[in-house]
């Protein structure tokens, strides 16, 4: 995340995230999975900016496609952490959305979490980040990971969060295709595997290593179920094996792709032979420093 404070006026940015790693370990009896996942944060940024309001708290974004009420990871996690803090003042939130929803990139988690170190910091809180990834984790398993960029191995449900080390840059393109999945029907369809593929080689790869070793260690568990959910996910996962390019895999639980680049140009080119082909939206990114 990163602070820009004005007079009268703070803006966050939000990053999206990539999962170069995501092994479904079991199924709980709360419904969810208990994964362990390699995340890492890029350089595709959502902003929110906070300035004053006598009363309520207000939410207002830029895509048409989402509203400002409480299906908006923002409006509840101003709430949360209002009502945690006991604050009476009023706070205007405006959201300027560019990362992709229903993409599997966290768009809506890093806005969570982006909004509660936002307020944190314009209400003078001092609450840690522990505290306020703890709170994160209430409105989403992603929200965790975003106090911890720019790379963490993420277990339980995701809250439980280890940061790791990016060794060199990676550049690399996403993808977006029109259809979105929900996160709830990819995991519905996922089958936990008797032999689960080990994190601990991506995450040394990542750190010691050069992105055709992270390239050739990526897993997604949820890709199959993607596909089988999502005829356009079905095809980018089919065309992703002749790109041009040093690995790719289904970003979380889609329905965004991710390519690794050998450099900032084979993936700009990269970008312009997808763009033709009008797969979907296609970004050229960097993971963060
Ligand atoms: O926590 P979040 O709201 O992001 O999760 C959305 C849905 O994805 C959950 O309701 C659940 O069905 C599924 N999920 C899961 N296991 C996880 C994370 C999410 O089954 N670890």
Redesign the pocket.
């Known amino acids: 995340m990163i602070f820009r404070v004005g007079r009268n006026r703070l803006t966050v940015l939000a990053p999206a995230k990539i999962n170069l790693h995501l092994e479904v370990l079991g199924?709980?009896p709360d419904?969810?999975?208990?994964?362990e996942t390699l995340l890492v944060s890029v350089s595709l940024h959502d902003s929110l900016v906070f300035t004053p309001r006598p009363a309520d708290v207000v939410v207002e974004t830029s895509d048409p496609g989402l509203g400002g009420g409480m299906e908006n990871l923002v409006t509840r996690a101003a709430d949360l952490i209002r009502c945690e803090a006991k604050r009476q003042e009023g706070v205007s939130i405006r959201l300027t959305k560019r990362i992709p929803m229903q993409a599997g990139l966290g768009g809506g988690?890093s806005d969570a979490a982006a909004c509660l170190a936002g307020l944190n910091r314009w209400w003078n809180l001092g609450w840690s980040d522990q505290r306020l990834a703890e709170l994160g984790a209430e409105?989403?398993?992603?929200v965790p990971f975003f106090f911890h960029t720019p790379a963490a191995v993420c277990r339980?449900?995701?809250e439980k969060v280890e940061p790791a080390t990016i060794g060199r840059t990676l550049d690399v393109l996403l993808i977006k295709p029109d259809a979105g999945l929900?996160?709830?029907d990819?995991?519905?369809r996922v089958a936990v595997p008797e032999k689960p593929v080990p994190v601990d080689p991506i995450t040394r790869a990542l750190e010691h290593g050069g992105p055709e070793e992270v390239a050739a260690l990526l897993h997604n568990r949820l890709e199959e179920p993607a596909a089988s959910l999502s005829p356009a996910v079905a095809e980018i996962r089919r065309q992703s094996a002749d790109w041009d390019c040093l690995g790719a895999k289904m970003s979380g639980?889609g329905s965004a792709f991710f390519a690794i680049a050998a450099s900032k140009e084979s993936a700009r080119s990269l970008a312009r032979s997808l763009r033709r082909r009008k797969l979907g939206r296609v970004f050229v990114v960097q993971t963060s420093n």
């Open positions: 199924k709980r419904g969810y999975h208990e994964l988690s409105i989403g398993s992603d339980g449900r995701g929900s996160t709830a990819v995991f519905a639980s």
